[in-house]
């Protein structure tokens, strides 16, 4: 027996689901490709993890359809789906051992048990647990019980594989390897991957593509460079990466649209619809930081003055934080070689091209 399979499709059409007067879900339609690996990323009550519950099964549909391959499963219980699903808490059976636990899908399934123990050994390899297979869950750390979980999820090769937040209660640099192996992981089996998570730089790392989920719908859906590069709302913006936010009365010019903020005339690319309230989004490594009357250089014809506020040294950068003469705050990361200190006037400048020109929904940092 072999882990290697191919991933299924997940269609979700029209869905949505109501608890009462409340809608956690709002006719939400997606589809996942076959062995994709697809990140459901969002603040707290966003809806992704409604979503998550909806394909396993564990949450029954007030709307719509999903369909796993060529079948329509909203009506299958969730124990005859077979999807394989790894929770944020492990929930091992804390009197079996890790051969065991992997095992115990299995053994559901009435595979033999000459069968299950050759399945059983490829997924602990594939995890890298084969040592600790006589091992219980209490004498393990948190990142291995968390392999374990992934092993039991996996060693029935499901065509599908969900995710929950699995590495939620890890510490930082535990939740970066256990990311990598992962990656490693769908790679090598192939299967399809739908994992739910709040933090951005994991989704990023991780997928293939990510949609992002806010009040119960999806905002966008792309790779991380799209979404970083190109998003299409305001809340996509802030929430992928950081961002500064620039807001002023606009007049469209052609193909560009021209904001005056702080008193200064700044302009993005894209004609504005209608008369709608726009603001430009900026990276940090977009914008660069540097002595009054410099003027503009390499393109960088957006130019603004304004006053440091906070300065921090990152290493291979330095942080500016800079405030506008409206009170705005614009995010700056600029090479080590330079430094201005807290308190000097200093201008922003960057490259039209370099910004992104949105609709402003209202939206803020605080997501």
């Known amino acids: 027996m072999t882990l290697a399979t191919k991933g299924a499709a997940i269609d979700i059409a029209g869905v949505s689901k109501f608890y009462g007067n409340f809608t956690a879900l709002d006719d939400v339609s997606l589809r996942v490709e076959p062995g994709e690996f697809m990140s459901f990323l969002g603040p707290s009550g966003s809806g992704k993890t409604t979503t ?20 329509s499963i909203g009506h299958v219980p969730a124990h005859k789906r077979n999807i394989g699903v790894v929770f944020q808490h492990y929930a091992l059976f804390p009197h079996m051992t890790v051969a065991a636990n992997v095992a115990y899908p299995l053994k559901q399934r009435g595979m033999p048990k000459a069968e299950r123990t050759r399945a059983v050994d490829q997924a602990l390899q594939k995890v890298q647990l084969e040592k600790f297979a006589h091992r219980y869950p209490s004498e393990l750390s948190g990142g291995q019980q968390q392999r374990v979980a992934l092993a039991r999820a996996m060693v029935f090769t499901p065509s599908l594989l969900l995710m929950d937040e699995p590495l939620g209660a890890l510490d930082k640099k535990l939740r970066e390897v256990l990311q990598l192996e992962i990656k490693r992981i769908h790679r090598e089996l192939g299967s399809t991957f739908v994992y739910v998570t709040h933090d951005q730089e994991e989704a990023l790392v991780l997928s293939d593509r990510i949609a992002v989920f806010n009040k119960g719908r999806i905002e966008q859906v792309g790779t991380g460079h799209d979404l970083y590069t190109a998003p299409r709302t305001l809340f996509v ?31 993005a690319p894209g004609a504005a619809k209608g008369d709608s309230p726009q603001v430009i989004l900026l990276r940090p490594e977009a914008v660069m930081v540097q002595a009054p009357g410099t003027g503009p250089q390499d393109g960088r014809s957006n130019i603004v003055s304004g006053t440091v506020r906070e300065m921090l ?29 807290i308190g000097s006037t200093v201008e922003l400048a960057w490259n039209p091209k370099d910004s992104a020109l949105l609709a402003d929904d209202g939206s803020t940092a605080a997501l």
């Open 52 to 71: 998550l519950n909806l394909i396993a099964g564990f949450t029954d549909l007030s709307a719509g359809e999903i369909r796993l391959g060529e079948q």
């Open 237 to 267: 913006g802030q929430f992928i990466g950081e961002s500064s936010v620039l807001r002023g009365a606009h007049r469209v010019a052609g193909d560009e649209t021209a904001l005056t903020v702080a008193g200064t005339t700044l302009t």
């Open 313 to 341: 040294y990152l290493g291979s950068a330095m942080k500016y934080e800079v405030t506008l003469a409206d009170g705005s705050h614009v995010t700056a990361r600029t090479p080590t070689q330079s430094a201005f200190p």
